[in-house]
């Protein structure tokens, strides 16, 4: 897939698997392997260029939270709840407010955006 093709409502995506590889989702479609080795830990990070004037950090719809539910589900049905870390009450999908020069963010930090962006004629 050609990101350059991305068009408005598209979906993005990336998921940490269990074995370190970080996967690169577009509108659910799981596109391989971006990087091996991965933190567990780790920050998402959104360059705005070209073309791309906004991003929002969006829910996932119903259909889509049933099956990482069902994932994790049976992943974790080897392991006690002893064993699990407590879950932090913070919401993670946002994003950070130090950026660019040329972008803010906004919308409760779900949203980045370049104001002064012109969409091409």
């Keep these: 897939f050609n990101l350059d093709e991305l068009r408005v409502g598209d979906r993005i995506g990336m998921m940490r698997k269990t074995n370190g590889n970080l996967h690169l989702y577009i509108n659910g479609l799981d596109q391989g392997v971006a990087a091996t080795k991965v933190p567990s830990l780790m920050w998402g990070v959104v360059d705005l260029y070209g073309m791309t004037v906004k991003v929002t950090i969006v829910d996932r719809d119903e259909r889509e939270e049933h099956n990482l539910i069902t994932r994790r589900n049976t992943a974790l049905r080897d392991y006690t709840l002893n064993d699990l870390p407590e879950e932090d009450s913070v919401d993670r999908l946002m994003f950070h ?3 660019g020069g040329h972008a803010a963010v906004i ?15």
């Design 97 to 99: 407010p130090k950026c």
């Design 107 to 121: 919308n409760n930090a779900r949203t980045a955006h370049r104001p002064n962006s012109r969409p091409r004629q």
